[in-house]
């Protein structure tokens, strides 16, 4: 009978400590916190973008890794308390995306919380890292260069319309790049003697306004600066450049896609997927400040011929020879 109390007794016992065991196989997926300065809306291919990156080095969201979404809905005065709360859910990568703003805010907020940041000005100058090869401390990313080429964008919109007397550039004032681009603007407008009027922009309201400004002013072209704001409400602005009738060029070729004239950058959505990469690449072990920040190789030039019709300009052969896409 003892025996038999002694089998009971340690079967129970046994019974007891396998959901332990169970429990210690399986530790708790890591978490990752993506911080957007914007919305998830328009982001949202981006997001899928970022996620496929992650797919890349093997993890799958919901699968082996969560993540925790955080947006600041286009204010930018809301980023700092964002990824403190990452912060505080102890997160194992912060991938901060949306502009510059992100990474600034998630440095400030943490010095040993990975970062992996979409940078687009000089992430030495904004203090990410120590150096773009060997970045050192906790961050490090992409650098997509979009606010460092407004010059360019400006030299593409005066050989599309060289009839333009006076080119608006639509800025937003909130932005941490704002006066960086405006030097450039005005560096590159010096250069080749081109009227440029500046309209400073920062909410829906004041990018209606902008547009009648411009209209009164007789602006015959439009520079719209990199702007994570700005993307988030691109379909706005694609609809009343085509109302004003005002050739625009813009940063990224999902303006194009929108039914935009032209833009010149790069891609977008191979930014997002490398910043994915980088963040799986950390959760296997690896240090940021190993990994140096990626830098874009290749810069698309998109025309939409239909838009160009709409507003009755002529494409130039020569210009649409150079464009790596053309929307018929």
């Keep these: 009978m003892s025996n038999r109390r002694e089998f009971i007794t340690l079967l129970g016992g046994a019974a007891a400590a396998w959901p332990l065991a169970a429990h210690g196989q399986q530790p708790a997926m890591p978490v990752i916190g993506f911080l957007n300065s914007v919305s998830a809306g328009p982001f949202g291919q981006f997001v899928d973008a970022f996620r496929r990156g992650l797919n890349e080095t093997g993890f799958v969201e919901g699968q082996n890794v969560t993540i925790e979404y955080r947006w600041a809905e286009g204010h930018y005065d809301r980023l700092p308390a964002l990824p403190a709360d990452l912060v505080r859910r102890n997160v194992a990568v912060i991938a901060a995306t949306g502009g510059p703003a992100s990474g600034r805010a998630a440095k400030a907020a943490t010095s040993t919380t990975p970062i992996v940041f979409i940078s687009g000005t000089d992430p030495v100058n904004e203090g990410l890292v120590a150096s773009l090869s060997r970045p050192g401390g906790n961050a490090t990313g992409v650098n997509v260069l979009l606010s460092a080429m407004e010059g360019k964008r400006l030299g593409l919109l005066r050989e599309l319309v060289p009839t333009a007397t006076l080119i608006a550039v639509l800025l937003n004032p909130a932005m941490p790049t704002f006066d960086s681009q405006l030097n450039d603007v005005r560096e590159a407008a010096g250069v080749v003697a081109q009227q440029i009027h500046v309209l400073r922009v920062s909410s829906e309201r004041e990018i209606d306004a902008a547009f009648a400004t411009a209209a009164q002013l007789r602006a015959g072209a439009l520079l719209v600066c ?96 150079r464009a790596d896409e053309v929307i018929e």
């Design 226 to 321: 990199a702007d994570p704001f700005m993307f988030g409400r691109r379909d706005q602005l694609v609809m009343l450049a085509a109302r004003y009738v005002i050739p625009a060029i813009f940063e990224a070729r999902e303006y194009a896609v929108a039914g935009g004239l032209i833009s010149y950058g790069v891609s977008l959505a191979d930014a997002y997927r490398l910043v994915g990469i980088y963040t799986g690449r950390i959760l296997k072990g690896e240090r940021p400040g190993d990994l140096p920040v990626q830098q874009p190789t290749k810069f698309e030039l998109v025309v939409n011929v239909k838009a160009a019709k709409a507003i009755g300009l002529t494409i130039p052969e020569s210009f649409l020879a």
